[in-house]
Every structure is written in structure tokens, then in C-alpha cells.
């Protein structure tokens, strides 16, 4: 979920209260027939006594907590979280204070000895953080309309990638070069070779690039748009999109979450409409709309290597399994008490794990839909999760202003 689609799910989720300037008259209501009058009515209570019981309470409540780190520097929301590749143990993270910090997930909560770095620059929010492939750079993208990249050694910033009128939504890595893709609410998809920065193509879209992908080959470049298509771009030629999916047997609403398959054979999207659609991304047509979902699918991720399931997670709380044979749903994971937010597929076990807008983290069983680990910590919407290198650990992001660590029970 971004910063923006954050705030607007508080906002929607917040309680409405009666403004006193809308108040004309107030009145006394009589006392009920036969009950007594408030004796205590404008006499004011003892503080102390007022609050001693809420005190009380207070000290007998426990915060269940299950991590095993936890990063406290944020100010503000965290919305992005990402772990480098290989054995060194770095995390980056960055949110609504328009700051990232790349800290150690091996030095436990040793600040002092090994300082987080602090990677200031952006002048609102980070949307995301992702390193390159070879985990020797970690770009930042802002809805500030840049793209930062920093050398993870020296963590000195290394490129300003500039373009985009508007705020980015998404940026993604290409698989196996330091080229980085980043696409805009003002429509537009650019490409851009790092250090030294260059521009390399402009990808044009009529409305707001909601969600775009390399796919893993690298082959080719994957968006979701507005205007409620999916397109496929070849990366060295931007003069012309080389396929397309809409209309019949797909989203009626904007696309709004996007995965590939490992093979680059399929994508899955997610809509403002509930629906989850698979699209073949040689032939470009939609081979499946999944219905199930009945809000907004926030996001989605395909099963293990040559596996046939996929999965979807909601704000309606669900997390659901298709079958890609039958194009027809598998089973439901059923817990959370609000919407799903985040959700990805462990690398080498049959896992699902999702972040939630009910501060929870969970880890399921995608072959029998149980809930196998509960994940607690957060007090507030958990908007990111990422594993480590050996996917032992996941690492979130929260809107209390926490990235917490939690030990895999498996």
C-alpha cells in the first residue's frame, strides 16, 4: 500500500464526531421517572481518584510482542522495508519523515556500536527502498518525484534521478543490471542506467502508473495503469507498447497490485475491484479473472518455481489460493480482522506470509490454509514485510513508526 493509499484507508477508517460549531441548541434531558438525580453533576472530581482505576488497568495490560529486533529512529510511518542480497545482513527502511536508514540485522539492537547510516536528501515521504541485485546499491523513491541511489558501503548518495511530474508510486530493480525502473501518478514510467545516472526511455500512460515489474528474465517491463490495462514494454524500444490486456474477462477498476510469474510466462494483478486476473504475457491476453475478493486486492505473489498455485490478499481481511490449472480458487486463509496489506510467498517452503492493516503479521500454510505463526508487536497498520537473505527472519514496516524482526518457526 503507498503513502497515499495509507492515509486514505485511515481516513476511511476513522471515526466521524459532531463538530460544536454544527450545534444550534443544546438541552437538558429530564431525568428518567423514578431514577434519581445526578448528585456529582458540576462538581468537579479528584483527579487522582478520576483516573486511579484507568491506572490500574493500564498497568495490567502486556503488550504481546513476538519480534526479535526492532529499528525505533522513524519519526513518522514507516511504509517500505527492503533486505540486500548475500550475508551482510543490511535493512533499509524509509517512510513519512522523508528519511531512510540503512541498519544491521546482525548486531541485534547495538546502535551504538554499529550505528544505523541516515539517508537524508528527499523533501516528502519514501514510498519504497530496494537494493540492486548485487546489493552494492539501495535506491529510495519519493513522492518528492526523485529517485535516490546510495552506495551501501560508503552509503554517500551516488544519483538524483530526476523525470516524473508527479510522486512516484513503485520502483523496481532490473534483475541483473543497475538500471532502475520507477513509475509516477502523473502517468509516466521512466527508465534510467545508475552511476552516473542516465535517462534511458519514458514509458507514456494515460492516468497514474499504479504497479510495474521487470519481469524476472529481464526481458521485458510489466505496468498496471489507471486506465484499467495492463501493458507490456520491451526495454530497449519505448517508441511503442508491445502488448496489452483489458476489457472483456478482466479488471473493471484500477490495477492496483501486480506479480510475474518466476518463469516470465504469467502476471497477476489485483483490483480496486476485488477481482484477481492472470494474463498470459506472450500471447497478452487475460486467461482467468478470480472472483472471491469483495474489496480491493492489495496485493499478490505467485507459488513457488513451477508451482500452479497463486495468492491474493484483501482489504476484506482474506488471503485466497488459486489453482492456476482450473483457474479456480483453492482455499481461504481466515484471521486477520482487517485488511491485508502486504502478502509474499516464501522462497523454498510452501508458505505464505502477510502483513496487516490489524498490526499483525501472519505466516500460512498455502496447502491447508492454517494460520501457523502469529506475528505480534506492532500497535499499528503493518504496511511492508521483506524476508532476510537465508528467509529466516521477516522484517516490517509499520505505521507506529517501527521496522520489527521476527524469527520463522519453521
Not at 58 to 82: A, I, K, R, T
Not at 300 to 320: E, Q
Request: hydrophobic letters at 35%.
Amino acid at each position: 500500500m503507498s503513502a497515499d493509499r495509507s492515509e486514505d484507508y485511515h481516513s476511511e477508517n476513522d471515526e466521524e464526531f459532531v463538530d460544536n460549531q454544527e450545534v444550534s441548541q443544546e438541552y437538558e434531558l429530564p431525568a428518567e421517572k423514578g431514577e434519581a438525580p445526578d448528585e456529582d453533576l458540576g462538581q468537579e472530581e479528584d483527579p487522582a481518584e478520576e483516573g486511579g482505576d484507568q491506572d490500574q488497568e493500564n498497568d495490567m495490560v502486556e503488550l504481546e510482542d513476538d519480534s526479535v529486533q526492532g529499528f525505533f529512529l522513524h519519526e513518522d510511518s514507516v511504509y517500505s522495508v527492503s533486505v540486500a542480497p548475500g550475508a551482510s545482513g543490511l535493512v533499509c527502511s524509509g517512510g513519512g519523515d522523508d528519511r531512510a536508514y540503512i541498519w544491521s540485522l546482525n548486531h541485534g539492537d547495538d546502535n551504538t556500536t554499529y550505528p544505523p547510516a541516515l539517508l537524508e536528501g528527499h523533501t516528502d515521504s519514501i514510498i519504497q527502498t530496494a537494493f540492486s541485485y548485487d546489493g552494492k546499491y539501495v535506491a529510495t523513491a519519493s513522492l518528492d518525484a526523485t529517485v535516490k541511489i546510495w552506495d551501501v558501503e560508503s552509503t554517500a548518495l551516488v544519483d538524483t534521478l530526476e523525470g516524473p511530474g508527479g510522486g512516484l508510486e513503485w520502483i523496481d530493480w532490473h534483475p541483473r543490471g543497475h538500471v532502475v525502473l520507477g513509475g509516477a501518478e502523473d502517468g509516466s514510467c521512466f527508465l534510467w542506467k545508475v552511476a552516473p545516472a542516465e535517462m534511458m526511455g519514458i514509458f507514456a500512460h494515460p492516468q497514474a502508473v499504479s504497479c510495474g515489474k521487470f519481469t524476472p528474465n529481464g526481458k521485458a517491463i510489466v505496468t498496471g495503469c489507471a486506465d484499467l490495462s495492463l501493458r507490456i514494454w520491451n526495454p530497449r524500444d519505448q517508441s511503442a507498447c508491445i502488448g496489452r490486456v483489458s476489457g472483456h474477462n478482466f479488471h473493471t477498476e484500477s490495477i492496483i497490485s501486480l506479480a510475474c510469474k518466476d518463469d516470465s510466462s504469467l502476471a497477476i494483478t489485483g483490483g480496486e475491484d476485488g477481482l484477481v486476473c492472470i494474463s498470459n504475457l506472450n500471447s497478452y491476453k487475460a486467461v482467468g479473472a478470480l472472483r472471491g475478493h469483495d474489496k480491493p486486492v492489495e496485493t499478490v505473489t505467485f507459488g513457488l518455481p513451477h508451482s500452479a498455485y497463486a495468492a491474493s490478499g484483501s482489504l476484506d481481511g482474506s488471503v485466497r489460493v488459486w489453482d492456476l490449472n482450473t483457474m479456480q480458487q483453492r482455499l481461504v486463509c481466515m484471521g486477520h480482522k482487517d485488511g491485508v496489506i502486504k502478502l509474499r510467498h516464501h522462497p523454498s517452503a510452501p508458505l505464505l506470509i502477510s502483513a496487516s492493516a490489524d498490526h499483525s503479521v501472519r505466516v500460512w500454510d498455502e496447502r491447508t490454509g492454517e494460520c501457523v505463526q502469529l506475528m505480534r508487536g506492532h500497535q499499528d497498520l503493518v504496511a511492508d514485510i521483506f524476508f532476510n537473505a537465508d528467509s529466516t527472519k521477516v522484517v516490517s514496516a509499520s505505521d507506529d513508526k517501527t521496522s520489527l524482526v521476527f524469527k520463522l518457526n519453521i
